[in-house]
């Protein structure tokens, strides 16, 4: 059964800060992973899709990259801001979507 | 754009009562879902569909039921409601399961009592 990780649970950094969230799972055997954005009380917002054949994909300050052998992935966020303030998720899609519990993340002025 | 638009955003239920979560996507995705969340739990599969007609289950289908009549709506029943229920519930739409971004709804929050 696949499990899905994210660590740390939270985060708080100051503005300007580049920042690293984790997210690792048990089964290598994935389609791709994905990373979404929640913002408090509302739905996920797609961040970074990366297919299993890829090794990273950057959107703007974001940069997401994926190690199906080590079962890792980690997303990137350069100087960081405080509307980047929310929860992060990551879910890996193989032959359904799982996700991990999620990194609150808050950006300090 | 709409998206995916979930209705209602609010309920409170009784224990005992049902009711239909509606979802409509308007981007002609094959693929929508239904999940969960529960605070510090992540979001759970609760039932999935490939196309108009076709529906399976996903982690935690017990307790709900779902159709998939046309393309654009997915409606979740909830039968007999539980405390257990108590949650955010989350629908959201994709081309295909692998290689495409899954969109989400805002969400409906439900309690309980």
């Known amino acids: 059964k696949q499990e899905v990780t994210q660590i740390p649970a939270a985060l708080s950094v100051p503005e300007g800060e580049n920042l690293v969230l984790n997210c690792s799972f048990t089964?290598?055997?994935?389609?791709?992973l994905q990373w979404f954005r929640q913002d408090p009380g509302k739905g996920l917002t797609s961040l970074l899709l990366?297919?299993?054949?890829?090794r990273e994909q950057t959107s703007g300050r974001l940069n997401a990259s994926l190690d199906k052998s080590s079962g890792r992935s980690t997303l990137y966020i350069a100087a960081s801001q405080p509307g980047d303030s929310a929860t992060y998720l990551c879910?890996?899609?193989?032959?359904?979507?799982?996700f991990g519990k999620g990194t609150k993340l808050t950006v300090n002025p | 754009n709409a998206g995916v638009t979930q209705t209602p955003k609010f309920r409170i239920l009784k224990i005992g009562q049902s009711m239909t979560l509606q979802c409509t996507q308007d981007?002609?995705?094959?693929?929508m879902y239904w999940y969960r969340q529960d605070p510090g739990m992540g979001l759970k599969l609760i039932y999935y569909?490939?196309?108009?007609?076709?529906?399976d289950k996903g982690e935690v289908p017990n307790g709900y039921n779902v159709s998939r009549s046309t393309t654009e709506d997915f409606p979740l029943r909830l039968e007999l409601a539980a405390p257990s229920q108590t949650s955010v519930y989350f629908c959201?739409?994709?081309?295909?399961?692998?290689?495409?971004?899954?969109?989400f709804g805002d969400g409906t929050r439900l309690s309980i009592l």
């Open positions: 879910a890996v899609i193989s032959e359904k979507l799982v």
């Open positions: 959201a739409s994709s081309y295909f399961l692998q290689g495409q971004p899954q969109h």
């Open positions: 089964d290598s055997a994935i389609y791709n």
């Open positions: 981007m002609n995705h094959n693929y």
């Open positions: 990366i297919q299993s054949s890829q």
């Open positions: 569909s490939v196309g108009a007609g076709i529906t």
